[in-house]
């Protein structure tokens, strides 16, 4: 069965970094991509990057270059998401998803991670 | 980006309505069109794929339809269960991207 199970809550304060992780089983990771979606407070579903982990090869949405990396470690199965300097409009649930096949439709998600930013 | 608009953004429908949400996209994306259908608190659940193509134990009372930049998402008899809220998602760019979304609600 595939899983991803991702880590717990945060809350942080403006200006501290933050890594957020997706470990995955039931599958071979490095053979699968795996994203990254946002959901702020009461609005819909924004895509933020892909990443293979099979050779790191990371895709990322305009509206999120720069702003966020993506990572992986093949060694622990687990995916991530990382700030260097969060902001309070980072605050939102972040899943991490699966695609079915290559980097098409997400089948498989994890749980969400809510992340707080907050003074 | 490819942007996907979603219409309308709120439809008002009760049991055993058909039920017909649009998305748009600004560009060609051929078939690479998904649907989902998310309640509140809960993960996301992938319905369509490739447009049309059901879901496994997905009610077949869901259809997907289109192709190009015209999509629609079909629910025949709606149910108690189907009250949610729904998005498109293409993938055909290099970036993927999701529609707004459109929330069924009881009328």
């Known amino acids: 069965e595939v899983q991803l199970v991702q880590s717990g809550a945060e809350v942080k304060k403006p200006g501290e970094s933050l890594k957020i992780s997706c470990t995955v089983s039931?599958?071979?990771?490095?053979?699968?991509?795996i994203g990254w979606v946002r959901q702020m407070p009461g609005k819909g579903l924004e895509w933020m990057g892909i990443i293979y982990p099979g050779d790191s090869d990371t895709r990322y949405s305009p509206s999120f270059e720069g702003q966020v990396t993506i990572s992986a470690d093949k060694s622990i199965n687990t995916a991530y998401l990382q700030w260097s300097s969060l902001r309070a409009s980072d605050t939102a649930m972040y899943y991490c998803a699966r695609p079915r096949g290559t980097t098409d439709y997400f089948d498989s998600w994890g749980q969400g991670t809510l992340v707080t930013v907050s003074s | 980006d490819i942007q996907m608009t979603q219409s309308p953004s709120t439809l008002s429908a009760s049991v055993g309505d058909r039920v017909t949400i649009t998305c748009r996209a600004s560009?060609?994306?051929?078939?690479?069109v998904a649907w989902y259908q998310q309640k509140p608190g809960k993960t996301p659940k992938l319905l369509i794929y490739d447009a049309s193509n059901l879901e496994s134990g997905v009610p077949s009372r869901f259809s997907g339809s289109g192709s190009g930049t015209e999509f629609t998402l079909t629910i025949s008899s709606l149910q108690p269960d189907d009250f949610a809220t729904y998005y498109c998602q293409q993938y055909n760019s290099y970036s993927h991207t999701f529609g707004q979304g459109t929330k069924v609600e009881n009328k």
């Open positions: 560009q060609n994306v051929n078939d690479w």
């Open positions: 039931g599958y071979s990771f490095t053979t699968y991509w």
